[in-house]
């Protein structure tokens, strides 16, 4: 049944554009939000289809499918922002044809079982949103676009180089024929060095601290649905899903390899709340915060137990709710204000209620406050480390966690807080398209961290 | 691993290092944007002849092959999009010089 | 095994070309008989196939976009040349030392690669890997396919330029 996963937004694409393009441009939009819909029931509730005729080699564990529901919703809120800021009918239907394919990437992502398919389709979406991207033609975009390119392509040949050198000793491509041949293999030096730019790859297209020159300058020049979506889940698919995955199911923890995750992932975690806190553009300021919050997956992921990727995941979860919540808020006050400087804004609260009160909400959970989604993923991983004895780098995301609070603040303070300009006195709350999928967004964090004492036994980890 | 293949493997990797190195140089010094996209096409290239080396020394040819088929086809698409990116970046600033579109800064 | 050292030298020297010369359109040009090499490579390494494709893709399609692409912008990048020549030739001046160097040192130190290597593959065919083990990669080039059309109706289409 997981190959519906690929094929159907595969072939919705081929359906929209069959002749019929008068009537297709009217209901692209309403058959995008109900595909999300299916796919957030079918990971729910999953159905048997058989497929008679094609075997592909897919499989879902928790993991994935944790991941595709993120997915889901996340495109679910891409496509109403959509509908709402992009008024020609034209350019909503390529948009969605572009959204469609990006589905089919990233679910192709989560759901292989091969290496190479892996490469595949994390190829296919890097390159639907280097169109997503400069889908303006604005200067910024397409110098964001160039250089994601670059850096990409830089990616996809240490990723292949990776795959080639170890499949000197495998032979073949699948997950499980890898891990037994590393199984089997002395460790040489080779192998070492295909493994280690492997996962440099992944750091690049995930944007880790070390490697995340594109990243900032891709979310803030994108148009505003499209940063939603990137931010969201497209780099939390590409790299550290990617990740996850590679290291959970292909090479295993290693003494070494775990360092390394953990040394990136503080670093990024650090850095990048440092770097938040100097931004006076709403964008860029949440792109910085990004690198910061992936920063706490990667060391999640970089316990090794059970526990810390169970709180990686939910942090990914986590993190593509709340993050796609403050970049609509974002896109909301762009909309209104025309600008992204905070400086020029002061008092929106009053003016942007709706706004105002799904942006604290979000902050609140990034920055992991009781009782909501982010504080119980956040506490799981600092309880991870600390069990497994890593303390060093539990206190520095505790430490970490403070500076998330400050830039948070911060920008509570300079955007919706205090007294209102005067030539900001008469702005309306952004539209409905704007506000709606906030306040879905502001449920599922609420819903979620007051549901998870009670759901935790429910997932089976 | 036999002493032939061994030497056969260690001389294309030699040579592939060397292609990749000029790619990345190429990459990194030139300010040209299309001159950064030839580099890059170089750079895929000796990752393309190193698919194609391990197959022959583990007699995976065929697998190999199809790997190779489907990459070609991903690089000529990337390579197809860049280029739409790099004519979008010149209707804006009248050139190809990567000086000239520094506005965002990493 | 002599005569593939001739094709690797001849190789790295085209790239070299291709990197140092001045003119945008020769590194395009010489671009592509690069990838022919490869492409003769690729045959001596017995993967036939896929050197067809590197040949009518590679060397073929992609020149052809380079080319064009070029001609395209050609006006306004003749009155970069002369300003870039100089810049360049200091930059690339010792490109070929490092790369020869390069080579050289990796060539002594000769990387002592101790591997089990996999058992020989069963199915000897290409097209019966793509088409019959692996579905899920000839999907995914449908897939990216459509993504290059949709980019090129995006990117290209002047029409709605602000």
């Keep these: 049944m997981y190959s519906w996963f690929i094929l159907f937004p595969l072939l919705s694409v081929i359906i929209l554009n069959l002749p019929f393009r008068g009537m297709m441009n009217k209901i692209a939009i309403w058959y995008a939000l109900a595909l999300s819909i299916a796919q957030v029931y079918l990971v729910l509730f999953p159905v048997n289809i058989v497929m008679p005729f094609l075997q592909l080699n897919l499989n879902a564990d928790i993991i994935s499918r944790a991941v595709l529901l993120c997915i889901a919703i996340v495109l679910f809120v891409t496509i109403l922002s959509a509908k709402y800021l992009i008024k020609k009918e034209d350019k909503l239907f390529n948009f969605v044809n572009l959204l469609f394919i990006c589905l089919a990437g990233m679910n192709g992502v989560t759901l292989v079982t091969d290496i190479f398919s892996l490469y595949v389709f994390i190829e296919i979406t890097a390159v639907a949103s280097y169109t997503l991207i400069s889908f303006y033609k604005d200067k910024d975009a397409f110098e964001a676009a160039f250089k994601y390119i670059m850096l990409s392509a830089m990616a996809s040949a240490m990723m292949l180089a990776g795959i080639a050198l170890i499949m000197l000793i495998s032979g073949d491509t699948g997950f499980f024929a890898i891990r037994e041949a590393l199984k089997v293999s002395p460790h040489s030096s080779l192998i070492v060095f295909a493994i280690a730019i492997f996962i440099c790859a992944l750091f690049i297209k995930g944007g880790l601290m070390p490697f995340h020159g594109w990243l900032p300058d891709a979310y803030s020049a994108a148009p505003a649905p499209v940063s939603v979506l990137l931010a969201g889940v497209v780099t939390k698919t590409l790299g550290i899903y990617g990740l996850i995955r590679i290291m959970v199911s292909v090479i295993g923890f290693d003494g070494p390899l775990k360092q390394a995750l953990l040394f990136i992932g503080a670093l990024s975690i650090v850095v990048g709340a440092l770097a938040a806190l100097g931004q006076s553009d709403f964008k860029r300021m949440l792109a910085y915060s990004s690198i910061s919050q992936v920063g706490y997956i990667i060391i999640g992921l970089g316990t090794g137990t059970a526990l810390g990727i169970f709180g990686a995941v939910f942090h990914l979860f986590n993190h593509a709710i709340f993050k796609s919540s403050l970049f609509l808020n974002s896109a909301a006050v762009e909309s209104r204000l025309g600008t992204r400087d905070m400086d020029k804004m002061n008092g929106l609260a009053s003016k942007m209620p709706v706004t105002g009160i799904t942006s604290v909400i979000s902050c609140l959970s990034a920055a992991g406050l009781p009782p909501l989604a982010g504080f119980w993923s956040k506490l799981i991983i600092i309880v991870a480390l600390w069990v497994s004895g890593y303390r060093v780098y539990a206190v520095v995301a505790i430490m970490a966690s403070v500076i998330t609070l400050a830039y948070f603040l911060s920008l509570q303070r300079r955007v919706f807080f205090g007294r209102i300009k005067e030539d900001s006195m008469n702005i309306k709350e952004a539209g409905i398209g704007l506000t709606l999928p906030a306040v879905i967004l502001t449920a599922i964090i609420i819903g979620v961290g007051i549901a998870f004492p009670f759901l935790r036994d429910a997932i089976k980890f | ?106 | 095994m002599n005569l593939n050292i001739f094709i690797l030298i001849a190789m790295i020297a085209l790239a070299l070309w291709t990197v140092m010369t001045r003119s945008l359109l020769r590194a395009a040009i010489m671009l592509a008989f690069t990838s022919a090499i490869i492409s003769i490579l690729m045959f001596r390494l017995n993967s036939p196939i896929a050197a067809v494709f590197e040949l009518s893709v590679c060397t073929g399609l992609v020149s052809v976009l380079f080319i064009s692409t070029i001609g395209l912008t050609h006006p306004s990048v003749k009155e970069e040349t002369f300003e870039h020549m100089v810049d360049r030739l200091r930059k690339f001046k010792f490109l070929p030392f490092i790369i020869i160097g390069m080579g050289m040192a990796l060539g002594l130190v000769a990387v002592k690669i101790n591997l089990q290597l996999p058992l020989a593959e069963i199915e000897t065919d290409a097209r019966t890997v793509m088409w019959n083990l692996r579905p899920l990669d000839i999907i995914g080039q449908v897939i990216i396919l459509l993504s290059g059309v949709f980019g090129v109706i995006i990117l290209f289409k002047e029409s709605d330029k602000k």
Aim: charged share 10%; hydrophobic share 60%; aromatic share 8%.
């Design chain 2, 1 to 106: 691993m036999s002493a032939e293949s061994l030497q056969l493997f260690c001389t294309f990797g030699i040579f592939i290092f060397m292609l990749a190195a000029i790619g990345v140089y190429c990459m990194l010094a030139t300010y040209n944007l299309i001159r950064a996209l030839i580099g890059v096409e170089l750079l895929l290239k000796a990752v393309t002849l190193l698919i194609v080396a391990v197959g022959y020394i583990t007699k995976h040819n065929a697998l190999t092959q199809a790997m190779v088929i489907t990459f070609i086809v991903i690089e000529v698409v990337v390579m197809t999009v860049a280029i739409g990116v790099v004519l979008g970046i010149r209707s804006h600033t009248n050139s190809l010089d990567a000086r000239d579109i520094r506005n965002l800064k990493g």
